[in-house]
């Protein structure tokens, strides 16, 4: 008997320390954030989905991508709600995967695995990609222009699967440079558990970046309506050449990469971190070696690391970050998380960097501890994770009260199960784009545009500005979750 009320007791507080994805310390449970964030790029899969498929409502889409040009493009990412691949933003989604995964790996235990089978997804479609037709790097597979007039599930998909490329004559260094990143920090996650695949990425990220530095251009140029205004290189491609650079630095040793960073020149001095503007996630890589290798050699690279957390740091007399009454970092109206999470991982990597060696450094009057740098770092990630004034998680699937209304088609029709029938382009709008009911599929793990400037959310299908979650969004943020579950 006094078993059984002891194993009652262990029970009940069991199920107190993971209520609404609460722990019992008060902080938000970090590990099943973690999980969850990986059962999000299952919703995202294109392509035959494989046999230990979790997110059961999914399935096969895009079997014929590529056969427009005679190549096989299938596999990878859809980029957020819709059912497009756009290559830029899914480059930066498994760069920053590899990168979470190489920092923060030891501290995932069971979800390591989990994190390498999110980045071969992608892997294994860019080096289909890189490599199908001598000459060319694919960048994209649909349309956008038609996609996004349509509302229908991928399984569904009838309309044109348009095959986009860079080449010599139509170049784009941004989405090589990018590219090349991805397919060099991947290596190195693989180097050891599959070395016959790590040297492939290597040597392809090695082809892919040679390409990107000799033929100059951006992609946005080249493929006009086809990636802009959805996903142009604003920042231009200086940022993509540093970025794949100091990636193969990093997987390779090789002095080339180092002499090529040299020969860039000054860099902007950026206040945000995305997709699109590399330079402060290059910054923060190329420091390490500063900071954890002591080589002054990179001394540019951490003050250049070091003046950009100086432009978040809400105390900081150089501060250009704003925040909100409830403490969010708020950069840009559209989709502001996405700003959150990519700038939160380089809070955490740098924080964790200067932990290492004890080090600090001052923004002005401002004195900056690896504390300053890792607890707003946490604060943010408390917040999306649902410690803010409406109590809301913007992470799908995680704690008791989350966004049930998301921009997503495939969470917002019925599965093939439950509806066999086909939904074509225009037979998703009505009655399930414009109902106010709550999506049918929940696609657990996918973190959302996020709350406005007053800290407000009005879970709305139709505001993709804030209802529509992206991959990297949900990637960027794995490493700091790996970081505050251990």
Request: charge should be positive; charged fraction near 20%.
């Amino acid at each position: 008997m006094a078993k059984a009320n002891i194993l009652l007791v262990f029970l009940c507080s069991l199920g107190l320390l993971l209520l609404g994805g609460v722990e019992v310390e008060g902080n938000p449970n970090y590990r099943d954030a973690l999980q969850k964030s990986f059962l999000f790029f299952q919703g995202q899969r294109s392509g035959k989905l494989p046999a230990n498929q979790k997110v059961s409502w999914r399935s096969n889409s895009g079997l014929s991508d590529g056969s427009l040009d005679h190549v096989d493009l299938t596999g990878g990412y859809y980029d957020a709600g819709d059912n497009v691949k756009f290559n830029f933003p899914m480059a930066f989604t498994t760069t920053m995967l590899s990168w979470g995964t190489l920092e923060y790996g030891k501290r995932m235990g069971p979800q390591l695995q989990e994190a390498r089978a999110a980045i071969r997804w992608a892997t294994d479609y860019l080096l289909k990609c890189a490599n199908s037709k001598p000459g060319k790097l694919y960048v994209g597979v649909g349309d956008p222009n038609v996609d996004h007039k349509c509302w229908e599930r991928p399984e569904d998909m009838d309309t044109v699967r348009t095959v986009y490329s860079v080449s010599s004559s139509n170049p784009g260094s941004d989405v090589a440079g990018e590219t090349a990143a991805a397919l060099a920090a991947a290596s190195l996650v693989f180097r050891r558990v599959d070395p016959k695949y790590s040297r492939l990425l290597l040597q392809t990220a090695r082809k892919v970046m040679a390409f990107a530095i000799q033929y100059r251009g951006a992609y946005s140029d080249s493929l006009g309506s086809a990636v802009c205004p959805f996903y142009c290189s604003y920042s231009g491609y200086k940022d993509e050449l540093l970025w794949g650079a100091a990636w193969l630095f990093r997987a390779t040793n090789d002095a080339y990469y180092y002499n090529f960073l040299k020969t860039l020149g000054a860099d902007d001095q950026p206040d945000i971190f995305s997709w699109d503007n590399k330079y402060a996630g290059a910054h923060v890589l190329l420091s390490r070696m500063a900071l954890l290798g002591k080589d002054k050699n990179f001394e540019q690279f951490k003050q250049e690391a070091e003046s950009f957390m100086c432009r978040i740091l809400p105390n900081s007399p150089y501060s250009t970050t704003h925040y909100t009454q409830g403490g969010l970092m708020y950069k840009l109206p559209e989709s502001n998380l996405q700003y959150v999470t990519s700038i939160t991982f380089l809070l955490t990597t740098y924080g964790k960097y200067m932990k290492a060696k004890k080090q600090t450094f001052n923004c002005g009057s401002l004195f900056v501890t690896p504390k300053s740098l890792i607890g707003l770092a946490k604060r943010q990630v408390d917040y999306i994770l649902g410690e803010n004034p409406i109590k809301m998680s913007y992470m799908v699937g995680f704690g008791r009260n989350f966004p049930k209304r998301i921009h997503h088609r495939g969470s917002s029709l019925p599965s093939l199960a439950k509806h066999p029938q086909s939904i074509g382009c225009d037979g998703g709008f009505q009655p399930y784009f414009y109902s106010s009911n709550p999506n049918p599929n929940i696609l657990v793990g996918a973190i959302v545009g996020g709350p406005n400037q007053n800290d407000g959310f009005p879970d709305d299908r139709s505001d993709y500005s804030h209802s529509e979650p992206s991959t990297y969004i949900t990637a960027a943020l794995v490493g700091p979750l790996a970081y505050f579950s251990h």
